[in-house]
């Protein structure tokens, strides 16, 4: 089965500590985001990336930083920089690394603080 | 004045009924228009893709493009109660350098039977 698998589901993170989601895709889909979503808002973009071994900065990437070693896998890091972290986390990917491309969605990670 | 502008809703259709969605986007030369069906703490699923002005069919669903008015609405026909979920609205629009997926904040559709 092709898609997008986010893990965890649901995470924790304790004050000053450092949380990494994880995004892999079977979809041999060259591009891949990270977006956050905020009650009563729209999706925000944090990190994209349009192919391996290169990323840009979204919207609000300020105590985020990502990596995209492998095309399958774009691992987001929640840093203790990012003071308001608690919000529902999406991967996404699309085939090309055009922005006319579809995105379609992981199943999210909600992260909240302790 | 919001890139990609959505009624928040509720919106009520009885079952059975036409829903009509709206969305309004700011940026002339958008080129790429989506429509992702929420369902309550889930992640979008993409529903339609529309590139050009007119009218793009789906079964049940209708994607309606207008750049002349900047425009783009989702019809959804014989409305059941599995379609009650909230409905975004994404915009591309190219920029050379900054160019990105734009959500809007949704409208939240309830299908009563």
């Known amino acids: 089965d092709g898609g997008i698998t986010q893990s965890p589901k649901y995470l924790f993170r304790k004050e000053g500590q450092n949380v990494t989601l994880s995004c892999e895709q079977n979809?041999?889909?060259?591009?891949m985001y990270w977006y956050r979503q905020d009650p009563g808002q729209g999706l925000r973009l944090i990190y994209y990336s349009q192919i391996v071994n290169d990323f840009q900065k979204g919207d609000i990437a300020e105590g985020y930083s990502v990596s995209r070693e492998k095309k399958e896998s774009f691992p987001l890091t929640v840093t203790s920089a990012q003071k308001n972290p608690t919000a529902f986390y999406l991967c996404?990917?699309?085939?090309?690394?055009?922005?006319?491309?579809?995105?379609?969605f992981g199943d999210g990670t909600r992260l909240s603080i302790l | 004045q919001k890139e990609v502008e959505q009624n928040s809703g509720p919106l009520s259709v009885p079952e059975g009924a036409i829903a009509s969605l709206n969305c309004t986007y700011s940026d002339r030369v958008s080129q790429s228009f989506f429509w992702y069906r929420q369902y309550s703490g889930k992640s979008p699923e993409l529903i339609m893709s529309i590139y050009s002005n007119g009218d793009k069919e789906d079964g049940r669903f209708t994607a309606q493009l207008n750049k002349a008015s900047q425009y783009v609405s989702l019809l959804i026909r014989d409305s059941q109660p599995s379609d009650s979920a909230t409905y975004l609205c994404?915009?591309?629009?190219?920029?050379?350098?900054?160019?990105?997926?734009?959500f809007g904040t949704g409208t939240r559709l309830t299908i009563i039977p």
């Open positions: 996404a990917s699309s085939i090309g690394g055009g922005w006319n491309q579809p995105q379609h």
């Open positions: 994404a915009v591309n629009r190219p920029n050379f350098g900054n160019e990105k997926l734009t």
């Open positions: 979809l041999n889909h060259d591009a």
